[in-house]
């Protein structure tokens, strides 16, 4: 019995993470099968992340989107959030250089599973990270700056 109940108590954690990386504030964002399997894949990765950068809330800014909802919050067409292979922090207590210089330092120790690249967004204050998705070829991870 004791089993059965830890199993329940994972499941519901797991489905509470899951509900945290589609959150939005664009309207309904369905999974899509990708989107859904590439988190429950990489949220350790985004976990981590979020520790990273002392999110205190532990809510990430965007981790899924449907495309509808990529559309309207303005993302790119081939935006990888929409394949659940990217997470957006916003950090509470470091400064945006001081939290993309230690995300990047994790992310070239091996910390943070296979990531590409550690973007600084400074006009909306967040730290962006994407990951190399299942099957592509892991490169090094890049450090960049966007201003859009």
Request: proline letters at 7%; a positive charge.
């Amino acid at each position: 019995m004791s089993a059965l109940i830890a199993l329940a108590g994972a499941a519901f954690g797991t489905f509470q993470a899951m509900e945290r990386y589609r959150k939005t504030s664009h309207g309904a964002n369905p999974w899509t099968a990708e989107g859904f399997t590439n988190a429950l894949l990489y949220s350790s990765y985004y976990e981590r992340f979020l520790a990273l950068i002392e999110d205190t809330d532990g809510q990430p800014n965007s981790c899924f989107r449907s495309p509808s909802v990529n559309a309207a919050a303005g993302g790119v067409p081939t935006s990888r959030h929409m394949k659940a292979l990217a997470c957006d922090g916003l950090p509470k207590r470091l400064s945006l250089g001081a939290a993309q210089d230690v995300v990047f330092a994790a992310a070239k120790r091996g910390e943070l599973g296979p990531v590409k690249r550690v973007t600084l967004e400074p006009a909306r204050k967040i730290i962006h990270v994407e990951w190399w998705g299942p099957g592509e070829a892991a490169l090094p991870p890049e450090k960049a700056e966007w201003n859009g």
